[in-house]
C-alpha cells in the first residue's frame, strides 16, 4: 500500500507523476500529475488511492472522483499523441506528455516524484524517480488514477467512432480482439503505426 513515507523525505510542495498507455496499439499516452495536501487528507479517502493496476474500474472511477470531490488534490492531465509518438518513439512522447502534465499545475512544485527509473528532460524543478512508486507513494497513486481513467475515457469515446476493435474494453492494448480487427478492418488514425505487428502493414 501507498504512503507519504517519500514525501515527507522531501522538502517545499511535493508533486507525483505517472503515465498510462505506453503499451497499446492505439491511442495517445496520458500523463498526470497529483498533489495532496497531506495535512487535510482524511484516511476515508486514502483508502480508496492505490496503483491504478491494482484497482478494478469501479475501484478506480471511486478513487477518481472522490479525488476531485473532496478539494485537496490538485492535479493536471496531458497527452502525446499518436502522431508524436510515431515520430519520436514511445518514451520521448511519454516524457512530453510528463512535461505537458506539469506545465499545465495551476501552482508548480519543487519536487516531482515520478514512478520508475527515468527523468524526463528538461522537467524546471527536482526530480525523484522511485521504481513501483504508483504501489509506495500516495502522490504516484493518485497521478495513476487520474491518468488511466482519463485514458480509459477517452478511449470508449473513440470507441464509438471506430466500432469493432473493442476499444472500450480492451483500451487499444493488442488482445485477441483488437488483432482480429486490425486483419479485418485495416488502422485507423488513431492507430500507432511504428509498433509492432502495424508497422508491418506499412
Known sequence: MPSFRYELLCEGR???IDEAGRGPLAGPVVAAVAVIDRTAAKRRLLKLINDSKQLVVEDREAAYEAMIASGIVQFAVAEATVEEIDRCNILQATFMAMR???QAL????EVVLIDGNQVPPRLGCRAETIVGGDARSYSIAAASIFAKVTRDRYMARLAESFPGYGWETNRGYG???HLLA??????TPHH???FSPLNRLL
Open 182 to 187: 486490425l486483419e479485418r478492418l485495416g488502422p
Open 100 to 102: 505537458r502534465a506539469l
Open 106 to 109: 495551476a501552482e508548480q512544485p
Open 175 to 177: 488482445s485477441e480482439e
Open 14 to 16: 511535493v508533486a507525483g
Open 192 to 194: 500507432r503505426m511504428s
